[in-house]
């Protein structure tokens, strides 16, 4: 009974008086090591971006050259099935991983310099994409949608990010060039009788083909 007294006593031990400075430092350090993490900037991804808008660029003008001896099968995939089985999935993942990119903290929604560089090479790669594969209304409502989320997530006090702000800017970019495209080329006779739909977005092949391969 004496020994148990004893080493109830003593400083330091399990549940004893000492023990409290420990389990108070611990705590304290703790809730600082998740202050430093909820404080933290959230990164851009330039690898993410930059080999996304690469692989871009590269699929989308070899894929032309990979059509030629076998063009009548590839191009029924292109223009039809293509489409609905890759641009759909795509724009839907796209808006997924833009609903994840918002912040509490404002001082985080900015673009860093690496995001500067790549956002209108980005925006032009979606410009021939919207163009070029006929998908204003897929992409008009995507961009809708995003602009939506935006406003909603701003009532919470939620910013985008550097990554959201990316692709939003990216999409923005592609409106206004697709909006600049469409005013030049409005008056066009041979492509609005090639585009005779009430959405006239002229394909830049077809620009090329009319205009200018046949000068030559």
């Not at 006090?157 to 697709?178: E, M, P, Q």
Request: hydrophobic letters at 50%; aromatic letters at 20%.
């Amino acid at each position: 009974m004496e020994a148990a007294a004893r080493r109830r006593q003593q400083p330091g031990a399990a549940g004893g008086p000492g023990a409290q400075p420990g389990a108070s430092f611990l705590q304290a350090r703790h809730s600082s090591v998740k202050a430093d993490e909820a404080a933290s900037t959230a990164p851009f991804h330039l690898d993410l971006w930059f080999y996304f808008t690469l692989q871009n660029w590269i699929l989308d003008f070899g894929r032309p050259i990979a059509m030629i001896d076998s063009f009548e099968l590839l191009y029924y995939y292109d223009e039809y099935l293509g489409h609905s089985l890759w641009y759909i999935p795509f724009f839907l993942i796209l808006f997924m991983y833009f609903s994840g990119c918002f912040t509490p903290t404002k001082t985080e929604s900015v673009m860093p310099g690496a995001a500067l560089l790549l956002v209108v090479p980005s925006g032009l790669y979606y410009w021939y994409l919207v163009t070029e594969g006929q998908i204003f209304i897929l992409f008009i409502f995507t961009f809708f949608a995003m602009l939506a989320l935006v406003l909603h997530q701003k009532r919470k006090r939620l910013f985008l990010d550097s990554n959201g702000l990316f692709l939003f800017y990216s999409f923005a970019i592609t409106l206004l060039l697709v909006a600049l495209w469409v005013a030049w080329l409005w008056n066009d006779p041979v492509l609005r009788k090639k585009y005779p739909g009430v959405i006239y977005v002229p394909e830049p092949w077809a620009f090329y083909t009319l205009h200018v391969s046949s000068r030559h």
